[in-house]
């Protein structure tokens, strides 16, 4: 029988990655980027982020212009050190993804950045999301894949592959966890799990021309100089191959078709059927 799977509270004190307040900067630096190439500048819009923990992305999202910014978690010492730094500028609340403490229709952006394997529904929270955001609303998505050959949180090849009781066994053999909390699901079951909205990929793109999305740390030092003129000469269809093995996806829905409105891109981004 399967383990019922209970929320992961206070997760920032086992996770010390989401005190990494560098790594967490650099990481929304990019969010903005493809979120004001895809929508233009955040100025005055009510901005929320799903998962904010400690609030560092919530507070370069207010520094981005938002309005107001909203940070959601249901992480409570997360919360507690977030408001105690960036309170007077974000407005942070503990909640429920499946119950967001918003009205409908009331929120311009929200950003759910490499949460979903971390929720025990998330489909139910992807569909709460729909609900709050505005018609012309746009949601960032940071997207981990089930079949990324290297599992980002314990840094053990194949893991995610594996079948629940084998990963328990193999985290476990590891000397990580005492088990593998984490579901990732596929590139399908991603689109399957944001059918109701219209999906952009934009992680080619950002592989591609990292400098130009603020995600230079994705290809540091020489080497990564060299990935990247790779990338941005190899045929689109080459690319296309790839991803399903691209361990992280970076998209943007929205609840009605849209375009990008940034410049063009080498590697443009496309609509994920």
């Known amino acids: 029988m399967s383990k019922e799977r209970v929320a992961q509270l206070e997760y920032s004190e086992f996770q010390s990655a989401m005190l990494d307040e560098q790594k967490r900067r650099r990481k929304a630096a990019k969010i903005i980027a493809v979120l004001e190439h895809f ?8 901005v929320g982020d ?3 923990s400690a609030g560092f992305i919530a507070d370069e999202l207010a520094g981005a212009g938002a309005g107001h910014t909203l940070g959601v978690d249901i992480d409570v010492p997360g919360l507690r050190k977030a408001a105690d730094r960036f309170g007077e500028r974000v407005a942070f609340v503990c909640g429920d993804g499946t119950a967001l403490p918003f009205p409908d229709k009331s929120i311009d952006v929200l950003v759910f950045n490499h949460i979903y394997e971390h ?45 629940e009781k084998l990963a328990d066994r193999y985290v476990r ?8 909390y ?14 109701a909205f219209h999906v952009w990929d934009y992680s080619i793109p950002v592989l591609a021309a990292p400098t130009r999305f603020a995600g230079s740390e ?16 190899t045929p689109r ?4 191959l790839m991803l399903p093995l691209v361990p992280t996806y970076l998209w943007v829905a929205t609840k009605n078709p849209r375009r990008p409105r940034g410049v063009a891109l080498p590697q443009p981004p496309e609509r994920v059927q």
Do not use: W
């Not at 290297?150 to 592959?161: A, I, N, Q």
């Open 39 to 46: 929508h233009g500048p955040l100025d005055g819009l009510t």
């Open 50 to 52: 799903v998962g904010c």
């Open 119 to 163: 929720v025990v529904d998330p489909d139910a929270v992807v569909a709460d999301m729909h609900r709050v955001l505005k018609d012309d609303g746009v949601l960032y998505l940071g997207l981990g894949n089930k079949l990324g050959i290297m599992e980002p949180h314990y840094k053990l090849p194949f893991l995610s592959y594996l079948p």
């Open 173 to 180: 053999a590891s000397g990580r966890a005492d088990h593998y």
């Open 182 to 195: 984490e579901r990732f699901r596929t590139r399908r079951g991603l689109r399957r799990m944001l059918r």
């Open 218 to 233: 994705l290809f540091p030092g020489a080497v990564g100089r060299i990935a990247q003129a790779v990338l941005a000469r």
């Open 237 to 240: 269809a080459v690319l296309r």
